[in-house]
């Protein structure tokens, strides 16, 4: 399977698979149950997605106050909702669509609504691009402007190639968050990537497991190991020209803890 594989690293599947328990991972899924609450209008799960991936990039919002906005209709002041607004839609999209690179367009437009002009949604970025530190400092070097398209390309292409292979569960894991990983690093948009790249992870997860992946609390566990997420994305390395993928086993142990929450 190595060899079909353009950009995903590979190399520390079998570690992986040798320290997940694939019968545990199957037992602790298959546990999975949605709310009560949930219905053909309303998503719980979708809710708690969307409100702690944004609280991951900033957003203060509470859970709490997002359902009785999207469920019971709730009125807040706009600048309180709409950004998770865009990203509940986002994901809405992705639970109805095919995943591809049209599809992660479409989607990447839709949670960027309130975030981004319109004319860099969905669109790959025309120039280079610094992550920065709180303080200002430049903490991460993304793909350079004459490689994001094509490694952007390469990440497609290695996904439809997954979406076709029969993969074991553990397998299905390991993956899941290498597209989530390789995507922050590359940074294929001006912002909303950490966004992207968190429901990437569950896309995938829903094409080869089913709708119940969409039940699964990753982007919470992210949030309330907001550090260690963040430490073990930065632990592969500070440049896209000098990544060392094999450090990403911790952050790839992260997704299926996310199944205890």
């Known amino acids: 399977m190595k060899d079909k594989f353009q950009i995903i690293p590979v190399d ?3 570690e992986y698979k040798q320290r997940i328990s694939a ?10 149950v949605d709310t009560e609450i949930s219905n053909f209008e309303f998503s719980f799960y979708t809710s708690v ?22 469920k019971f209709g709730v009125e807040f002041m706009p600048e309180y909702t709409k950004k998770i607004d865009d990203l509940y839609n986002a994901y809405s ?8 690179k049209y599809t992660i367009a479409r989607a990447h437009k839709l ?9 860099q949604q969905g669109v790959i970025r025309n120039r280079n691009l610094y992550v920065l530190s709180p303080e200002g400092s430049i903490e991460y070097v993304a793909a350079n402007l004459s490689e994001v398209k094509s490694e952007t390309e390469k990440l497609c292409t290695d996904v439809q190639a997954l979406l076709v292979e029969n ?13 989530h990983l390789v995507f922050v690093k590359i ?6 990537n950490g966004m992207t790249a968190r429901l990437l992870e569950k896309w995938f997860l829903s094409q080869k497991l089913g709708e119940k992946a969409w039940l699964i609390e990753s982007e919470k566990n992210y949030h309330q190991q907001h550090e260690a997420y963040y430490i073990n994305l930065h632990a592969v390395g500070s440049e896209y020209s000098n990544l060392n993928y094999d450090k990403a086993l911790p952050f ?10």
């Open 23 to 32: 019968a545990e991972l199957s037992e602790k899924f298959g546990r999975l």
């Open 49 to 70: 997605s969307s409100v702690f991936s944004n609280r991951i990039e900033g957003e203060e919002i509470e859970l709490d106050s997002f359902i009785k906005h999207e």
């Open 93 to 100: 999209f992705a639970k109805n669509n095919i995943l591809n």
């Open 12 to 14: 520390l599947l079998e």
């Open 167 to 179: 993969l074991s569960i553990e397998e299905v894991f390991y993956y899941a968050s290498m597209i």
């Open 252 to 261: 790839l142990f992260m997704l299926p803890e996310a199944l205890d929450c």
């Open 187 to 192: 940074q294929p948009y001006f912002d909303g």
């Open 111 to 119: 949670l960027t609504t309130n975030l981004l002009i319109t004319h």
